[in-house]
Nanobody
Framework: QVQLVESGGGLVQAGGSLRLSCAASGRTFSSYTMGWFRQAPGKEREFVAAIENSGTTYYAESVKGRFTISRDNAKNTVYLQMNRLKPEDTAVYYC???????????????????????WGQGTQVTVST
């Protein structure tokens, strides 16, 4: 059973930075795309960033240039470095693992939450004005 545990959330002023971490259990971490999603009160869960086992990354347009996703396979950990934070970044941030390994014969979008089947408990990020 895969378990994901996020950490690093907190309260920060606009323009500040936070680094989120997601520690994953399991022996096949490196085979899967990992993603970050966020959900603000009253809004749907939205894609933030994803990273394939090859290191290829994807970003939502709203965070491109400000956020950086990375992974350390030796530590079974994925990170989200968030810089120049804005009040609209306030949300609960979730780490997730994709449903199928990146070696799949078919392509599955890394941008939608429906393609992920393991989720962390979430960590709150609050950006004040």
């Amino acid at each position: 059973q895969v378990q994901l545990v996020e950490s690093g959330g907190g309260l920060v002023q606009a323009g500040g930075s936070l680094r989120l971490s997601c520690a994953a259990s399991g022996r096949t971490f490196s085979s899967y795309t990992m993603g970050w999603f966020r959900q603000a009160p009253g809004k749907e869960r939205e894609f933030v960033a994803a990273i394939e086992n090859s290191g290829t990354t994807y970003y939502a347009e709203s965070v491109k240039g400000r956020f950086t996703i990375s992974r350390d396979n030796a530590k079974n950990t994925v990170y989200l470095q968030m810089n120049r934070l804005k009040p609209e970044d306030t949300a609960v941030y979730y780490c997730a693992r994709k449903r199928v390994p990146d070696s799949s014969m078919y392509y599955y979008s890394p941008l939608t939450p429906q393609e992920y089947n393991y989720w962390g408990q979430g960590t709150q990020v609050t950006v004040s004005t």
